[in-house]
């Protein structure tokens, strides 16, 4: 909070954007936080943490300072107690000893911060509406307990930022039992921030001032401090601390006891945040703290965050802005770079100026030396300069410093883990204690803190080097003891002897952190933000994060994967159903060869608002039930998570239309239909979505009227819940829609770009509505009384005597002029757009065009036929004539709904037979007769049996039979014919019967039987064939003295040649012992 004068005005400047911003609740459904519990056990927070071995070994572990004000906290801006458990393990290796959270309590709701950006909502976590934990930024109070035990394991302490001065400023949000003026000091605001009455009695910014000094609000306060202790907080930062009077001061005859009371709640470590001004009691304040915190306390050191900001701002490390504590004593204060008001406010351009090398030059002045405990703000992701990204002072852009690249909730910028960030927290852990030293090593870009105990083992240096060059440290005096030592960054070494560094050097634009109490380790991360929630609407955006890791890569369980850099952004949920979770798996390797794995889970909702379970239920002020209401939709719906009840999550089982099924225009232009829908479970709220089959002949709207524009016949249908059902009403409308006795045409005149028509009852005073009236509206074609581009307004009935009208463009120009009277008119009538008079309108009464003919046409309508299989579906157009016919409207019949059904000229074959489609218009009729077969069934296998077929394989001796069967499925197919083949009849020959016979060949072939495109076979094997010999003669010449032979049967060739024998008269004869039936060469 700012509260000094000058910044006072930047403050009011934010809270005109808080006033005005509307606290309308899209959607933000809430889960209910756990009961408050008054009068808490009182737990010391000190003796649990630093009193119990296991977070002690912890704390040693990683090597983190015994008390909190030694260490260095880091301020997880924004970030939820989801995201804070997520990163704890390397916030403990970063050496941070503590993290300090956004406020916890129950908060402001706005419907802007459905988007959950940054803009216009990161400030409503300072509006408290009640003294109970749990808000939608950071989560519940379950989960704020699981996140302190979680801290605890890893040696951390928490440090909640607790909102005591103010409330809200819109008191209609404030929890019932809080709505009691008593409970808050007068409504009036702070006028002079130096006048200690009027800076603590006074409303800071519009929000509503807590009186401190009322005992029930003084008991409140307290046992949600001591509550929050006993959830696991181990210290506080009192926001806007000094708007609170010291317990010695006495206004308007009344003493508090609020600081003495509510500051003894169990915690180990508090401070306030106190900004500089010229009456705020500094020293005072920060005493207070201290004497009230067991292990030590104080307040921020603004001034000393000013100078520091300046030197880094303006690119100077000169040693003087590092060591100016004027308004307190180092030990009591809390120092920062920067902090969320400087950021987010805009403050001296520092969020475009100051970039992430110069914050960590910043860092290492503040956090190396001996002082109070070290605050290190986490910028939103890609914020700031190094990002080329801030608007100049308090939304001077109309957007701030904010980028919008995270949402709240999301962790922020890197820079916590930074290896130079996290070297100097290792230092200043290892250094409880010892002295400190700052000077400039050579010159003002060369900043160095020394810390020293009079022995190498205990000393130490860390050396901010902003400049362009290495900077070479031999000669540098120091008061180090003699030796050498480490950087823990680099590795790199200094070399000290007789109080003089002789030889080292430190990179350009770098920090080293020399000592020889160095550690090991980097902080590596991949990560998923969001990383809780619902997927609202259609799909979700997530945002892929990766810090010193490699080989990262991402799975979805909606079948999306691949690798990712950080910033890299995916959309999931667009294929989940409702209520479906998807899960988003991110992997990676650390800088030290560690696997880094992270499931996140999305719940999909399709309701699109902002992630409504995130959080704790949330009060609607009057202004978020206006706008429900105005939508048409249940406030509870939104805010409570475990009813979502939007109607894209709503199961519709019912949906029932009733209401009248004719209009005459004669007497009624508009008529109310009702929807009547029955949901699973039942109860919940479906929104209902209307439409209209001819919108020229009547339209519908959001709550079912209908209004009548000319004869014919319409059909309105209702719609409603996630599996879109509906129902439909036919109206037939007659009659010719009465004449209005008022309408005023107009050309617009030029340089306007809209025309609006102010029209009232000089007799009665009565008038159409508030000025500048009601916009006209322009013709899109020709009417009875004006062409397509005039401008038309039918005037309502404002009763008996003189009408008269204003032309205006509702923005300054009108006609007739300021302070004179309007137009008379009577009937209809025509402005020309620049005189101040109107004339009369002849209009032509249009004749109804009655209908001659209708057709039907479509695909495979032949001569009014169409044939159709059952299952398919043809869509059939009406074509009515003439093209001007007054009624167009078609409705469609069948004659036989179970043979063909017809939806909008739709036709559905149902099943075989006939019926009649008849299209009907103005009273005149065509028709189409529909013949529906049977579709065909295709088959879908076949498979084949027999006496010995076994696994798809037969054997037979040769010259045996066996017959097989075919069986077709499925049993209704419609080819069932079987064809059956041989692939070697030689071996089995098959018949058309399916009868196979063993051929006299022995070996292989395969029998198939084939039906409707599937076939299935059976391999079968032939034996047993007898032998069967062959004698060959031959009769060579007569000098033949032997004869030999070569043959090939049954396609083998003998080995060699065979002697033949003589058997007379010159012949030779040879018998081949078996030719197995098969060809011999």
């Known amino acids: 909070m700012k509260q000094s004068a000058t910044l006072a005005r930047l403050s009011k400047k934010t809270v005109a954007f808080l006033a005005a911003a509307t606290t309308l609740l899209a959607g933000l459904s809430l889960a209910t936080a756990a009961p408050q519990q008054a009068n808490a056990a009182t737990r010391d927070s000190y003796v649990d943490t630093i009193g119990n071995p296991t977070f002690e070994t912890a704390r040693q572990k990683y090597g983190l300072p015994k008390d909190m004000k030694d260490g260095a906290t880091l301020h997880a801006f924004e970030w939820s107690f989801k995201t804070i458990m997520e990163n704890i393990p390397d916030i403990a290796k970063a050496g941070y000893t503590s993290i300090q959270t956004e406020p916890i309590v129950k908060i402001k709701d706005n419907r802007k911060l459905g988007t959950g950006n940054w803009y216009l909502n990161w400030y409503y976590v300072y509006q408290p509406t009640d003294m109970s934990i749990g808000n939608y930024v950071v989560g519940s109070e379950d989960e704020f307990k699981e996140m302190c035990k979680m801290a605890h394991q890893y040696g951390l302490r928490i440090i909640v930022d607790s909102v005591s001065n103010h409330f809200t400023s819109d008191f209609d949000v404030i929890a019932k039992k809080w709505q009691n003026k008593a409970y808050f000091h007068e409504d009036k605001q702070i006028s002079d921030y130096n006048n200690r009455e009027d800076c603590t009695q006074h409303k800071l910014s519009g929000l509503w001032d807590l009186n401190t000094q009322d005992d029930t609000v003084t008991q409140g306060m307290a046992d949600l401090l001591k509550q929050t202790v006993a959830d696991g907080a181990d210290g506080f930062r009192y926001d806007a601390a000094k708007h609170i009077e010291l317990p010695d001061e006495v206004f308007g005859g009344k003493k508090s006891n609020y600081w003495n009371t509510i500051l003894k709640n169990g915690s180990q470590y508090q401070y306030g945040e106190v900004l500089e001004d010229a009456n705020v009691r500094?020293?005072?304040?920060?005493?207070?703290?201290?004497?009230?915190?067991?292990?030590?306390?104080?307040?921020?050191?603004?001034?000393?965050?000013?100078?520091?900001?300046?030197?880094?701002?303006?690119?100077?490390?000169?040693?003087?802005?590092?060591?100016?504590?004027?308004?307190?004593?180092?030990?009591?204060?809390?120092?920062?770079?920067?902090?969320?008001?400087?950021?987010?406010?805009?403050?001296?351009?520092?969020?475009?100026?100051?970039?992430?090398?110069?914050?960590?030059?910043?860092?290492?002045?503040?956090?190396?030396?001996?002082?109070?405990?070290?605050?290190?703000?986490?910028?939103?992701?890609?914020?700031?300069?190094?990002?080329?990204?801030?608007?100049?002072?308090?939304?001077?852009?109309?957007?701030?410093?904010?980028?919008?690249?995270?949402?709240?909730?999301?962790?922020?910028?890197?820079?916590?883990?930074?290896?130079?960030?996290?070297?100097?927290?290792?230092?200043?852990?290892?250094?409880?204690?010892?002295?400190?030293?700052?000077?400039?090593?050579?010159?003002?870009?060369?900043?160095?803190?020394?810390?020293?105990?009079?022995?190498?083992?205990?000393?130490?240096?860390?050396?901010?080097?902003?400049?362009?060059?290495?900077?070479?440290?031999?000669?540098?005096?120091?008061?180090?003891?003699?030796?050498?030592?480490?950087?823990?960054?680099?590795?790199?070494?200094?070399?000290?002897?007789?109080?003089?560094?002789?030889?080292?050097?430190?990179?350009?634009?770098?920090?080293?952190?020399?000592?020889?109490?160095?550690?090991?380790?980097?902080?590596?991360?991949?990560?998923?933000?969001?990383?809780?929630?619902?997927?609202?609407?259609?799909?979700?955006?997530?945002?892929?994060?990766?810090?010193?890791?490699?080989?990262?890569?991402?799975?979805?369980?909606?079948?999306?994967?691949?690798?990712?850099?950080?910033?890299?952004?995916?959309?999931?949920?667009?294929?989940?159903?409702?209520?479906?979770?998807?899960?988003?798996?991110?992997?990676?390797?650390?800088?030290?060869?560690?696997?880094?794995?992270?499931?996140?889970?999305?719940?999909?909702?399709?309701?699109?608002?902002?992630?409504?379970?995130?959080?704790?239920?949330?009060?609607?002020?009057?202004?978020?039930?206006?706008?429900?209401?105005?939508?048409?939709?249940?406030?509870?719906?939104?805010?409570?998570?475990?009813?979502?009840?939007?109607?894209?999550?709503?199961?519709?089982?019912?949906?029932?239309?009733?209401?009248?099924?004719?209009?005459?225009?004669?007497?009624?232009?508009?008529?109310?239909?009702?929807?009547?829908?029955?949901?699973?479970?039942?109860?919940?709220?479906?929104?209902?979505?209307?439409?209209?089959?001819?919108?020229?002949?009547?339209?519908?709207?959001?709550?079912?009227?209908?209004?009548?524009?000319?004869?014919?016949?319409?059909?309105?249908?209702?719609?409603?819940?996630?599996n879109q059902q509906s129902d439909s009403i036919t109206i037939k409308i007659t009659g010719v829609k009465p004449e209005l006795s008022n309408v005023i045409y107009a050309t617009k005149p030029a340089g306007w770009d809209k025309v609006y028509a102010y029209v009232y009852n000089d007799t009665t005073s009565k008038n159409n509505g508030k000025w500048p009236g009601v916009a006209m509206t322009q013709l899109t074609a020709d009417d009875s009384c004006a062409k397509a581009g005039t401008y038309k307004y039918e005037v309502p009935d404002l009763g008996e005597g003189t009408y008269r009208v204003i032309f205006t463009n509702g923005s300054g120009s009108q006609t007739p002029g300021a302070s004179q009277p309007g137009i008379e008119f009577s009937g209809k009538v025509s402005w020309d757009g620049t005189s101040a008079?109107?004339?009369?309108?002849?209009?032509?009464?249009?004749?109804?065009?009655?209908?001659?003919?209708?057709?039907?046409?479509?695909?495979?309508?032949?001569?009014?036929?169409?044939?159709?299989?059952?299952?398919?579906?043809?869509?059939?157009?009406?074509?009515?004539?003439?093209?001007?016919?007054?009624?167009?409207?078609?409705?469609?019949?069948?004659?036989?709904?179970?043979?063909?059904?017809?939806?909008?000229?739709?036709?559905?074959?149902?099943?075989?037979?006939?019926?009649?489609?008849?299209?009907?218009?103005?009273?005149?009729?065509?028709?189409?007769?529909?013949?529906?077969?049977?579709?065909?069934?295709?088959?879908?296998?076949?498979?084949?049996?027999?006496?010995?077929?076994?696994?798809?394989?037969?054997?037979?001796?040769?010259?045996?039979?066996?017959?097989?069967?075919?069986?077709?499925?499925?049993?209704?197919?419609?080819?069932?014919?079987?064809?059956?083949t041989s692939s070697d009849s030689s071996v089995a020959n098959v018949m058309g019967t399916g009868v196979v016979t063993a051929g006299s060949k022995a070996g292989t072939a395969t029998i198939k039987a084939t039906a409707g495109g599937k076939s299935a076979s059976v391999q079968v094997t032939v034996t047993g064939v007898p032998k069967q010999p062959m004698t060959v003669w031959y009769k060579p010449d007569s000098s033949w003295k032997t004869a030999k032979v070569h043959y090939q049967a049954n396609g083998k060739w003998t080995g060699s040649a065979q002697r033949m024998t003589l058997y007379r008269n010159g012949w030779y004869r040879y018998t081949i012992p078996d030719t197995a039936g098969g060809q011999v060469r």
């Open 282 to 722: 500094e020293a005072d304040y920060a005493n207070l703290f201290n004497s009230n915190s067991p292990r030590g306390g104080g307040i921020t050191d603004s001034s000393y965050g000013h100078e520091v900001r300046n030197a880094v701002q303006f690119k100077n490390l000169g040693a003087s802005h590092f060591t100016s504590h004027s308004k307190v004593t180092e030990d009591k204060s809390v120092n920062w770079v920067e902090s969320h008001d400087n950021f987010s406010n805009g403050e001296a351009n520092i969020p475009q100026e100051l970039s992430d090398e110069w914050i960590k030059y910043g860092w290492a002045g503040v956090t190396a030396q001996k002082n109070g405990m070290s605050l290190f703000f986490d910028r939103p992701y890609k914020d700031g300069g190094t990002y080329g990204t801030g608007g100049k002072g308090t939304y001077g852009n109309g957007s701030g410093p904010f980028t919008e690249n995270s949402k709240l909730g999301d962790a922020g910028s890197d820079l916590w883990k930074d290896p130079e960030v996290v070297a100097v927290n290792h230092f200043r852990n290892a250094m409880v204690g010892e002295d400190s030293n700052v000077s400039n090593c050579g010159d003002d870009n060369c900043l160095m803190v020394e810390r020293y105990a009079g022995s190498a083992a205990q000393d130490g240096m860390v050396v901010a080097n902003a400049n362009g060059a290495e900077k070479n440290l031999a000669g540098q005096s120091t008061k180090l003891a003699n030796g050498t030592y480490a950087d823990e960054v680099t590795g790199s070494t200094i070399t000290v002897s007789g109080g003089k560094v002789t030889s080292g050097s430190v990179k350009a634009k770098s920090i080293a952190a020399f000592s020889n109490k160095t550690r090991s380790g980097k902080v590596s991360t991949a990560e998923a933000y969001p990383n809780k929630g619902t997927i609202p609407g259609e799909s979700k955006l997530i945002t892929l994060r990766s810090y010193q890791a490699s080989d990262t890569t991402y799975t979805t369980s909606d079948g999306q994967s691949g690798s990712y850099k950080d910033g890299d952004t995916i959309k999931i949920g667009a294929k989940a159903k409702s209520d479906e979770v998807v899960t988003v798996t991110v992997k990676g390797t650390g800088a030290d060869g560690e696997a880094i794995k992270h499931t996140y889970s999305y719940t999909k909702y399709g309701d699109p608002t902002y992630d409504p379970n995130d959080g704790t239920e949330s009060p609607c002020d009057k202004d978020c039930q206006a706008w429900f209401k105005k939508n048409n939709l249940d406030p509870d719906c939104y805010i409570n998570s475990r009813e979502p009840c939007h109607w894209r999550n709503v199961n519709v089982t019912g949906i029932k239309v009733s209401g009248p099924t004719s209009m005459d225009l004669g007497s009624t232009q508009s008529v109310q239909l009702k929807a009547d829908v029955t949901t699973n479970p039942a109860g919940k709220r479906a929104n209902v979505t209307w439409t209209s089959s001819d919108t020229s002949v009547a339209t519908v709207d959001s709550t079912g009227k209908v209004s009548g524009l000319k004869a014919g016949t319409v059909k309105i249908t209702a719609t409603a819940g996630t």
């Open 837 to 980: 008079a109107v004339s009369a309108v002849n209009c032509n009464t249009p004749q109804p065009v009655p209908v001659s003919s209708v057709s039907i046409s479509g695909s495979g309508v032949s001569n009014g036929k169409l044939s159709l299989k059952s299952g398919a579906s043809v869509q059939l157009t009406a074509t009515v004539n003439p093209s001007n016919a007054t009624d167009k409207t078609v409705s469609w019949t069948s004659s036989n709904d179970s043979v063909a059904k017809v939806s909008d000229g739709k036709v559905t074959a149902m099943k075989a037979g006939t019926a009649t489609i008849t299209a009907t218009a103005g009273g005149k009729t065509a028709s189409v007769v529909v013949t529906v077969a049977d579709a065909p069934v295709p088959v879908s296998s076949v498979s084949i049996s027999g006496d010995g077929v076994k696994d798809g394989r037969l054997s037979l001796k040769s010259g045996a039979s066996v017959q097989l069967t075919a069986t077709v499925n499925p049993s209704n197919a419609t080819d069932r014919k079987v064809t059956w």
